[in-house]
């Protein structure tokens, strides 16, 4: 007999939507796969020579809990930069990957029964993780207000048991970049509700102009001392395997967070902290340059493959590395149709008829949503796209001979 932890939670959504790739890919099937959260690219060389030279040295420790101490004083140096703001060693730890540093929030902030506000469509792991630190996932709906919250709408959702508000701009699955204003309604919020802000940055380094990414604590210097911003290497520079991640927050969290970390995972792997480390000695921001020139290409022109269809309405595609399509036109399709009539059944019928693999938006709490990716190689991009437009156009047409 298993935990009953083990009803709180189920392998995520888009996990399940690779292996289902994956599967049909192994049948023989041509897939492309648009459903990683990840973007195709070489290592940069900087994080190669950390590496080796890492390798080279012999290094073959632990390292403190959280991080080395160079490391941590180089990421207090970055967050000081991005933010406008002094930052500490002691206010950072490094983490494996920022899923762990979510986990640490999750586990050294919420009691039994705290409520966390996350925005919906959300990532599909924030809830779960809430949900294993025993606190309750409370949803905002943002489908009506172009996927960022109303303000008055995160503040109906507070109760006396409100604890947190989960924040992550640019958004997985959306791709909604959260103006400066509806962040300073949002800290203003939290200092008058005396709430955490859990700010998950991870495509930070992927607004697309005109859209800016702002760190909430830049716009409201008061709300720092109750916001853990949370943030990785994992897309910011194409390392998702090398799991380095960080949180930056005040000391007592830190502090709390090493103390779970030392009785968990220890230290983030010693060769990858190094790598990340020669990097930020080192690195001179080309590669960070090619990678967002690379996706300010796939994305104009996946815009303008996807500009083709009718069934689903353009998405803005405001920042990171998704599309999100709203595929609730679907509904319309007379019931008589052979068509799909959830994003589910269109993620299932277009793996099936046209090889192209998306992620169904009720990973994302979404029934209607629909995630496709264009972190690939523009080639991919470009003809997976073009099947998928074509088979939204038959079974527009299919809808047509029926109604
Ligand atoms: N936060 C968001 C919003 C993400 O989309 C992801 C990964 O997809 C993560 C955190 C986790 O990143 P990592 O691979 O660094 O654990």
């Not at 973007?39 to 940069?44: E, N, Q, T, V």
């Not at 192209?356 to 949503?369: K, N, T």
């Not at 080639?379 to 047409?397: H, I, N, Q």
Request: glycine share 8%.
């Amino acid at each position: 007999m298993l935990a009953q932890r083990t009803r709180l939670f189920a392998s995520s959504g888009t996990a399940a939507a690779r292996a289902a790739a994956k599967a049909a890919s192994d049948a023989g099937k041509e897939v492309i796969d648009l459903t990683a959260g990840e973007i195709w690219s070489d290592l940069a060389p900087s994080i190669r020579e950390g590496a080796l030279a890492a390798i080279e040295r012999g290094e073959n420790r632990y390292t403190d809990t959280v991080g080395l101490r160079e490391l941590r004083e180089a990421l207090a140096a970055k967050v000081s930069r991005e933010t406008g703001q002094v930052w500490h060693t002691d206010e950072i730890a490094v983490t494996s990957g920022a899923k762990q540093a979510l986990f640490n929030a999750a586990m050294v902030l919420l009691d039994p029964g705290d409520e966390v506000i996350i925005p919906s469509p959300y990532w599909t792991t924030f809830p779960a993780q809430v949900l294993i630190a025993g606190g309750r996932p409370v949803h905002v709906d943002t489908r009506a207000s172009g996927f960022v919250p109303r303000p008055q709408e995160l503040e109906r959702a507070i109760t006396p048991k409100t604890r947190a508000i989960v924040i992550n701009t640019p958004s997985n699955p959306t791709g909604a970049v959260y103006d400066q204003t509806t962040l300073e309604h949002i800290a203003n919020l939290a200092i008058r509700h005396d709430l955490w802000i859990i700010f998950d940055e991870c495509y930070g380094a992927f607004a697309h102009a005109p859209h800016v990414h702002h760190p909430i604590v830049s716009l409201v210097p008061e709300v720092r001392s109750r916001t853990v911003i949370i943030n990785a290497y994992s897309k910011t520079l194409a390392l998702t395997g090398w799991r380095i991640g960080y949180m930056a927050g005040p000391k007592s969290v830190i502090d709390a967070a090493k103390a779970l970390q030392s009785h968990t995972t220890s230290n983030p792997n010693v060769i990858a902290q190094h790598a990340v480390l020669e990097h930020l000695q080192r690195g001179d921001g080309s590669y960070e340059r090619r990678l967002s020139d690379q996706l300010a290409q796939a994305r104009r022109l996946g815009l303008d493959i996807l500009s083709r269809q009718t069934l689903a309405p353009l998405p803005s595609a405001q920042g990171g590395f998704y599309f999100y399509l709203d595929l609730g036109s679907l509904l319309d399709i007379g019931p008589g149709s052979a068509t799909p009539r959830s994003a589910d059944d269109a993620v299932n019928a277009l793996l099936a008829e046209a090889g192209v693999a998306g992620v169904s938006g009720s990973a994302f709490g979404d029934h209607m949503g629909l995630r496709l990716s264009y972190g690939i190689t523009h080639d991919k991009l470009a003809l997976g796209l073009e099947r998928l437009v074509e088979t939204f156009e038959s079974w527009t047409k299919a809808s047509r001979n029926v109604a």
